[in-house]
């Protein structure tokens, strides 16, 4: 969740450097499916939702896919809904091409943040042609991308150089602080009543309006990253809308979200060591040093030249370890961030900065705005900042990578304008079978909540890929996940569930990419 954008980046530019899947064996049975229900009518209290005026989209991606787009406006205030009060959601549709007609699948990737509107497409990418037979609808949540309105509170707050992200001094902090809270009061000036009105629940309504306003009984989900969270809250919510669901790298919903960027911080530590250890194996090729803890210094003097001089007057620690935390979150970026690590130990910095422009959101806050407006009035957080330091302080003695990173990065909520709410009561007692995929070594979403979720929804099936660190990365190119996901989407098969608390079924992970 750290990272709103990624999984844009990742899926749409870098698809092309992954590597082909293992195909291992599975066990499949036929499912149970949910309960037929009657088309829901809409909620007594709402207006009725206006028709859908589709249109050719702008993009290029989602033209080339025969895509339509259009605005769907909805209520404000959902507790309220007739106040009259609206925002546009932006919303794209790939309609089904192949029969039987599956009905409608609603998609999310995460962040809280990210655009959805180019994920209309991802039916292409399920094998067998099942995709074609579901409309895709892509959307950007309230506040996002293409929505009106679109949330900013200071376009160029991620641009460099900043101060260093681990604290050396009490100067140090209090330049964090002061920058942090100073966002914070930024976003409560520019942006309004909508940040009273940007959590999780409003966007699972926003779902539930959509669902209305295409005129389908039910719809089906596919959710990636905190897209899973959106599930599991519109499942809790309406489970008797919700047909088949899809939720890759699963979000634990009883720790969001202080404790789930604690969370986050000691699997980063472990990503990282992992693609540590890789370069280390490939000393030949990056020279960064021949084990774990040599590239380990390597690192550690590169941040320590850059907190004292930032490359270009631009590019400093901070830039420097937002930028190569992305290796955390694909194995198939591996080689190209530690093409540039290299490249950087060496003096070149052109690389490395290009990564950090295009992977960061240097001169666009909208992606990290709606994040914390999401995250910060979701749940309450800490306002003193004695318990931030104190478990930062804790956390970083084992996991030092990404604690203060992580930290600063959500520091604004302790300031947030605008109140948190009590998070849903995340329960799948009353939903039907589901598909969860998550690798073990996931950092983004570490698996422990995929295990917590499975749980909470007692028809679930889990599948693990054992020792991987990629994260969202279903349906790109890995057969055995996929095939997994092509059968459930067309017919509800899935692998029997297993007793106990772990995995239903596995498949290997993506093999490590060569250089």
């Not at 399920?126 to 293409?146: L, N």
């Not at 202080?258 to 020279?287: E, M, P, V």
């Not at 079978?433 to 998550?438: E, V």
């Not at 996940?481 to 608390?501: E, F, H, Q, W």
Request: contains cysteine; hydrophobic residues 40%.
């Amino acid at each position: 969740m750290r990272r709103p954008v990624v999984l844009v980046v990742v899926v749409v530019v870098l698809v092309a450097t992954l590597v082909a899947g293992v195909v291992s064996g599975l066990l499949i049975t036929r499912a149970e499916t949910a309960a037929p229900v009657r088309p829901p009518k809409i909620e007594a209290s709402w207006p009725a939702p206006a028709p859908i005026s589709w249109a050719a989209c702008t993009t290029r991606a989602l033209r080339d896919a025969g895509a339509e787009c259009a605005m769907v406006t909805v209520p404000l205030d959902w507790s309220k809904p007739r106040d009259g009060r609206t925002v546009q959601l932006a919303v794209s549709r790939v309609a089904h091409t192949a029969s039987p007609y599956e009905g409608v699948m609603l998609a999310n990737p995460g962040g809280p943040g990210a655009s959805g509107l180019d994920l209309a497409t991802t039916g292409a990418s399920v094998p067998g042609g099942i995709g074609a037979r579901y409309d895709w609808i892509g959307f950007d949540p309230r506040g996002v991308g293409a929505s009106r309105p679109r949330v900013s509170c200071d376009p160029t707050y991620a641009n460099g150089p900043r101060p260093p992200y681990t604290p050396a001094t009490a100067a140090n902090v209090r330049a964090w602080e002061q920058r942090s809270d100073a966002y914070a009061a930024a976003c409560g000036k520019r942006n309004g009543a909508i940040l009273e009105h940007m959590t999780t629940r409003d966007t699972a309504n926003d779902m539930e309006y959509l669902r209305i306003a295409l005129g389908a009984p039910r719809i089906s989900y596919y959710g990636y990253s905190y897209g899973t969270y959106l599930g599991e809250v519109y499942a809790t919510l309406y489970p008797g809308r919700l047909n088949r669901m899809v939720l890759d790298s699963t979000v634990d919903p009883t720790r969001v979200w202080y404790g789930s960027n604690l969370d986050q911080d000691f699997a980063f530590q472990t990503a990282i060591d992992q693609w540590f250890s890789w370069l280390a194996k490939h000393d030949g090729t990056y020279h960064l040093g021949s084990s774990q803890q040599a590239v380990q210094a390597s690192y550690d003097r590169l941040a320590a030249r850059l907190a004292a001089s930032p490359a270009d007057g631009v590019f400093g620690s901070a830039e420097l370890a937002d930028t190569l935390l992305y290796a955390g979150y694909g194995q198939n970026l591996w080689p190209d961030l530690g093409a540039a690590f290299a490249e950087a130990t060496n003096g070149s910095f052109a690389t490395i900065e290009e990564y950090w422009r295009g992977l960061n959101q240097v001169t666009d806050d909208n992606g990290y705005a709606a994040y914390l407006a999401v995250e910060c009035t979701d749940a309450a957080w800490p306002t003193d900042w004695a318990t931030w330091v104190t478990d930062a302080k804790r956390v970083n003695g084992k996991a030092p990578f990404e604690t203060w990173p992580n930290t600063w990065f959500n520091a604004p909520c302790r300031s947030w304008p605008a109140k948190p709410s009590t998070p849903v009561d995340v329960s799948g007692a009353k939903v039907g079978p589901i598909l969860m995929i998550d690798e073990t070594l996931d950092a983004a979403t570490p698996f422990s909540g995929s295990l917590v979720v499975r749980k909470l929804f007692p028809r679930a099936r889990l599948l693990a890929e054992p020792g991987g660190t990629s994260h969202a990365d279903s349906l790109n190119g890995n057969r055995c996940v996929d095939d997994t996901i092509a059968a459930y989407l067309a017919d509800g098969t899935l692998p029997s569930r297993k007793a106990g608390d772990g995995p239903d079924t596995t498949c290997a992970p993506l093999p490590t990419p060569t250089p």
